[in-house]
């Protein structure tokens, strides 16, 4: 059996998208999304917790994404986690973990749309921007 590396998150922006380009001229997004998770305890208190998941988008997501969403808003990704190293300004090794995104939703909020869900679909594969793995690190 094969290997799976798939993400799936439903959140929200804890930011305006930062857009920049690659020396290629490639648009890169990201994003920071807030997904929450709501546990009863014992006790029968409900505890309230926040991840928040770095995205990185590349070509026509990123533009799209730049000119469509703010701060606040419900976002649909998915994509596959990449790791990268780095060293910190006190020379120390960290780790990044981010989302490729390679399909991006954006959900409208419930009382702007007809039942079942409707929102904007952009499919990085079916775009016409091809990236290698060299546009994956921060210039």
């Known amino acids: 059996m094969g290997t799976v590396n798939k993400v799936i ?23 920071n999304i807030a997904t929450n ?21 590349f070509g026509r997501m990123a533009e799209i994404a730049k000119e469509n969403l703010a701060k606040g808003k ?6 596959r986690i990449s790791t ?3 060293m910190d300004k006190e020379n120390i090794k960290r780790l990044n973990f981010e989302v490729i995104a ?3 939703k954006l959900v409208a909020p419930r009382n702007n749309h ?5 929102h904007e679909h ?3 594969d079916e ?8 546009d994956l690190m921060p210039e």
């Open 37 to 57: 998770e709501r546990i009863r305890k014992r006790d029968g208190s409900v505890v309230e917790t926040t991840t928040w998941h770095r995205v990185v988008l």
């Open 74 to 79: 419900k976002v649909y990704i998915e994509g």
């Open 122 to 124: 952009v499919d990085h």
């Open 114 to 118: 007809r039942p079942g869900g409707h």
């Open 9 to 31: 998150l439903l959140g929200n922006l804890g930011q305006d998208p930062e857009i920049r380009y690659t020396q290629a001229g490639t648009p890169v997004a990201n994003l």
């Open 84 to 86: 990268r190293e780095y």
């Open 127 to 134: 775009g016409d921007v091809d990236f290698g793995s060299d």
């Open 102 to 104: 390679n399909e991006l």
